[in-house]
């Protein structure tokens, strides 16, 4: 991490991106707004992979 800081910084956006998600997916009262949280935690869970092996 101390060699590439901005894929740290990446990597505990993404994290904190998943959280908000949760707190969201906890909070929605519709479909479509779960929809939309899951459609948000996949782009970051896929962020995160790549992230994490590039």
Known sequence: MLDHPPVAGA???C???ILVCEVLAL???SRR???RVDG???VLA???V???TG
Do not use: P
Request: charged share 5%; proline share 0%; hydrophobic share 75%.
């Open 40 to 42: 948000a935690v996949l």
């Open 33 to 35: 707004a779960l929809v």
């Open 15 to 17: 994290y904190a991106g």
């Open 46 to 48: 896929v962020a995160l």
């Open 11 to 13: 990597i505990s956006v």
């Open 27 to 29: 909070a929605v009262r």
């Open 50 to 52: 790549v992230c994490v």
